[in-house]
T-cell receptor
Framework: DAGITQSPRYKITETGRQVTLMCHQT?????MFWYRQDLGHGLRLIYY???????DKGEVPDGYVVSRSKTENFPLTLESATRSQTSVYFC??????????FGPGTRLTVL | GENVEQHPSTLSVQEGDSAVIKCTYS??????FPWYKQELGKRPQLIID?????GEKKDQRIAVTLNKTAKHFSLHITETQPEDSAVYFC?????????????FGSGTRLSIRP
């Protein structure tokens, strides 16, 4: 689905550094989501957004910050990365039909 | 909040046999139940979904059933093929959510033996 992209696709960083993961969608979907995927935990919701300037916490928001100044972008920032934040991060978007379309994912390693 | 439990965590079936994955949810107001398939190294993709006003839905070899009273829903794959090997996630939309939010189960790794 070329309509939703994530960057970077791979990132290695060190503990304590700030990292921003980008998500961009071209469908003008209202809803956008950030998940992390870890073995044994499936997909856990970090933050979501119902529209520009409207965001809310998901299941595991601690250590993460989001913003949504434009409908098409939903960046996720790790303010001070920790090893426990090593994971694969997926962004997703949806319209009012509930089906979520996922981006290709970002594999983040925190050393 | 909503909690979705999924079983089994791994499942191995002979090619051509059927596979069944089961999920339970906690929020009786949940009204949307999608199933996603994730192939190795790929993103999750929706394969079938069901809404709370329907008890069963079928799409070729894939079917989903919903029992609202028991708060159970299941994925059935018949005549399994090698390309069915993947991780499958069930999910549910919390009844209070107005943001199209869904909560995922922990996943089932399905392997098809030749």
């Amino acid at each position: 689905d070329a309509g939703i992209t994530q960057s970077p696709r791979y990132k290695i960083t060190e503990t304590g550094r700030q990292v921003t993961l980008m998500c961009h969608q071209t469908w003008s979907h209202s809803y956008m989501f950030w998940y992390r995927q870890d073995l044994g935990h499936g997909l856990r919701l970090i933050y979501y957004s119902a529209a520009a300037d409207i965001t809310d916490k998901g299941e595991v928001p601690d250590g993460y910050v989001v913003s949504r100044s434009k409908t098409e972008n939903f960046p996720l920032t790790l303010e001070s990365a920790t090893r426990s934040q090593t994971s694969v991060y997926f962004c997703a978007s949806s319209d009012y039909s509930n089906e979520q379309f996922f981006g290709p994912g970002t594999r983040l390693t925190v050393l | 909040g909503e909690n979705v439990e999924q079983h089994p965590s791994t499942l191995s079936v002979q090619e051509g046999d059927s596979a069944v994955i089961k999920c339970t949810y906690s929020d009786s107001a949940s009204n949307y139940f999608p199933w996603y398939k994730q192939e190795l190294g790929k993103r999750p993709q929706l394969i079938i979904d069901i809404r709370s006003n329907v008890g069963e839905k079928k799409d070729q070899r894939i079917a989903v059933t919903l029992n609202k009273t028991a708060k159970h829903f299941s994925l059935h794959i018949t005549e399994t093929q090698p390309e069915d090997s993947a991780v499958y996630f069930c999910a549910a939309t919390p009844g209070y959510s107005s943001a199209s939010k869904i909560i995922f189960g922990s996943g089932t790794r399905l392997s098809i033996r030749p």
